[in-house]
């Protein structure tokens, strides 16, 4: 039986399945060993949580460069807790068994939790109830799934990829990724290009399809994955891997060449980015800058907000591989499908039109302004940093956040701190109003970067993860291209530079159009940055030009579709 | 016995980072540790009892230490607040 999904990172891979399934433990047929025996065995058990937490920790603490991990270290502090550790012999000296004690009073804690009137609070019932299940499984002789010590060349098959999951990925060790939901614009989806591994998401079914240890294999580039491939399909894999690396071999050339067209026209091609490890590897992979850095890794996976001296180092650690080149900072998008649990912001019925990007950070002034400090201070060694606001919709927002750095340069400059008095600040353009108002946005803006992901989903209004409605998404609609025109013309009159960092930056039908419109900066997924300068090589002004023209002229999505299928360059 | 009152500066209040770093400095002291708030009395040493108290920025605490090395503890602790 075949699994269909979608093509979220593209290329083949095969290898035996490791399933993760989040089983419920089964507590039941335990007998009462006595009270020293359960003693023992939650002593056992306990230990052997907090051995697994520190060590989680200790490599958070090394991939995610100073950040400290203090939701897992505060599991550790709540796992000694004397309290804790008196009901739990309490139960066990009453008659209970390990698993029951367990059961029992970290479910009393996760009620007293949840019951409290302080939202911040009230989430660490999910770090109980966390630290609950681990003992449990710990009790009953389960690991705990680790994926950074899967086994070499398997394919990981899950529910889920969160970005804190794949963040843990090793592109030596996994093949390729198979997961039951997610589509190809969610961030699992973009860390997994990033990565290299290929990978199809959203397949409904295929933990019951796939047992641990079959083979698998998975065609990121057609969305499907085959459970037990026959000899046939073997041989076709191998095949196809082989074309893999000859196009590989292909475009080695292109990693030390600079970025130009086909009329020799000199282009900036840089890297979109979601941790400064990926900046490292961009920069191995031949790009000039980085185009777009998310900042969403610093504020994931802990309980409070980042410090200003672990930002400042995380954003110099971004910049240092690129002495010479832009780099391009997102501050906080927080909100739609970006959910920080600690930042407490309001629960929305329709967060993709809510508090989210600039507004998150200014619902929270005082968070902001710490990453704003951060930033002035990081501009001081990094000449090539500039500040990119995400869901702006108008001057007046662009205005404030200058105003905020400005008040900040003075306070910094005051407290004797090394800072840039002023940054260059761009605007996302990623809302209809933002790009409506390209030309009033210009007068403000020091630059632009076009987000084409939401861009495109609000201007079609079509939710790019909606199983029902990802059929309407497309850049490929004339209200999208006119939209992208006409923004990157509204940035070239006002003079400003235009780049363009969504996923459209790397679509081989979409580049001779943002050639002819004058688009001079692309960012794209470090594992795309090679194909795209050769593609970029491969287009003079001229022959781009004569695409515009025609694709431009045409009525709906339909058409334009049926045009590109019968395009000579596909 | 000693006590001191004090009033809690962290802006997030005792939340996870400062309550953590309150909870495993007392550890280290063989006395008593117990925090008055609100009419409440609760163990300094117990992550999970400090957390669910919720003692916010600008809340007026008491702090008691009670046996071996009070005085040293309750220094550190009016510290941390």
Redesign the interface.
Known sequence: MILRGIGASGGVGMGPAVCLRAAAPDRAGRGYAGVEDERARLRAASCQVERETAALAERMRVRAGESEPAILTGQITMLRDPELELQLDRAIQEGETAEAAVDAVFGGYIRLFEGLEDERMRLRAADIRDLQSRLLRALLGRREADLSRLPAGCVLVTRELTPSMAVGLDRERVAAILTETGGSASHAAILTRALGIPAVLGAAGALQAVENGELVLVDGDAGTALPRPGRKEQEEYRTRRAALLRRQARLEPYRRRPTVDGDGRRLRLYANVGHPAEAVRAAAEGAEGIGLLRTEFLFLDRAEPPTEEEQLAAYLAAARPFPRGEVVIRTLDAGGDKRIPWLALPQERNPFLGCRGLRASFAQPELFRVQLRALLRAGAEAPGLRVLLPMATSVSEVRKVRAMLAQCAVELEREGMACRLELPLGVMVETPAAARTADLLAQESDFFSIGTNDLTQYILAADRNAPEAKRLYTPFHPAVLRELRDVIRAGRQAGIPVGLCGEAAADPELLPLLLAWGLEELSVSPALLLETRARIAGWTAAEAGAVERQVMALAGPEEIRAYYDAWPHN | MVSRCATVAH??GL???PA?IL??AM?KYPCEVTILTEGRQI?G?????V??A?I?QGSEIEIRCSGEEEQAALEEAAALI
Do not use: A, T
């Open positions: 802006p997030q939340h996870m980072r953590q909870v495993n550890g163990n040493k117990s992550i999970l009892s957390l669910s919720c916010r």
